[in-house]
């Protein structure tokens, strides 16, 4: 089971959190599909590192989504914002959030390698909007994005866990629009 903690007694405050949004989604993206973009805060840094060892942590279950439910230059956005309401359907998490994430870089580099680079910073600009509209209430109440500073990440690699994941994963792909939404974690 995966697990996210934030030591109880941290006090965070919230510091302008939406208005972060954008960098932390630029800076996040931008560094896992390119080289040499520098790192603009340690807030920015943590978060790369927690969204990076979700796709290494994943990476099977990451790397056909796009290809599983479809993805092209005429649906991406539609698909992109199906997949994140399925994602978070039922709750919002900072698991989720960090999977959001994940998925946001897989479909960049989907674009990458299919030469279509402009669509990349559509991808920010499409998860940043999604995160405003959808995620922006749920982040300040939780303490903003500065929480992420004091997450730590936890994942089980029990079967259990890898059975939920892959039975998710086959649900998910049965029903089109919802690939992604198997990589969701429950804490």
Same mark, same amino acid.
């Given at each position: 089971?995966?697990?996210?903690?934030?030591?109880?007694?941290? !006090?965070?405050? !919230?510091? @302008?959190?939406?208005?972060?949004?954008?960098?932390?989604? &630029?800076?996040?993206? %931008?560094?896992?599909?390119?080289?040499? +973009?520098?790192?603009?805060?340690?807030?920015?840094?943590?978060?790369? !590192? %927690?969204?990076?060892? +979700? &796709? @290494?942590?994943?990476?099977?279950?990451?790397? #056909? $989504?796009?290809?599983? +439910? =479809?993805?092209?230059?005429?649906?991406?956005?539609?698909?992109?914002?199906?997949?994140?309401?399925?994602?978070?359907?039922?709750?919002? @998490?900072? #698991? &989720?959030?960090?999977?959001?994430?994940?998925?946001?870089?897989?479909?960049?580099?989907?674009?990458?390698?299919?030469?279509?680079?402009?669509?990349?910073? =559509?991808? +920010?600009?499409? !998860?940043?909007?999604?995160?405003?509209?959808? %995620?922006?209430?749920?982040?300040?109440?939780?303490?903003?994005?500065?929480?992420?500073?004091?997450?730590?990440?936890?994942? $089980?690699?029990?079967? =259990?866990?890898?059975?939920?994941?892959?039975?998710? %994963?086959?649900?998910?792909?049965?029903?089109?629009?919802?690939?992604?939404?198997?990589?969701?974690?429950?804490?």
């Amino acid at each position: 089971m995966s697990s996210f903690i934030v030591p109880s007694t941290t !006090t965070i405050t !919230t510091r @302008n959190s939406m208005a972060e949004t954008l960098p932390l989604t &630029r800076y996040v993206i %931008l560094s896992l599909t390119r080289s040499n +973009v520098e790192c603009p805060s340690e807030l920015a840094c943590k978060f790369r !590192t %927690l969204v990076s060892n +979700v &796709r @290494n942590d994943k990476k099977l279950l990451l790397a #056909g $989504s796009c290809h599983q +439910v =479809s993805l092209s230059h005429e649906n991406a956005q539609s698909t992109f914002f199906a997949i994140g309401d399925e994602l978070f359907e039922d709750s919002i @998490n900072w #698991g &989720r959030i960090i999977t959001f994430y994940a998925f946001a870089v897989e479909v960049a580099e989907f674009f990458i390698q299919k030469g279509a680079n402009n669509l990349v910073n =559509s991808v +920010v600009s499409w !998860t940043a909007l999604f995160v405003e509209q959808k %995620l922006a209430a749920w982040i300040k109440q939780e303490g903003g994005w500065a929480k992420l500073e004091h997450l730590e990440f936890n994942m $089980s690699s029990s079967p =259990s866990q890898t059975l939920l994941w892959k039975g998710l %994963l086959v649900t998910a792909t049965t029903l089109g629009l919802g690939a992604f939404a198997a990589i969701v974690y429950t804490k």
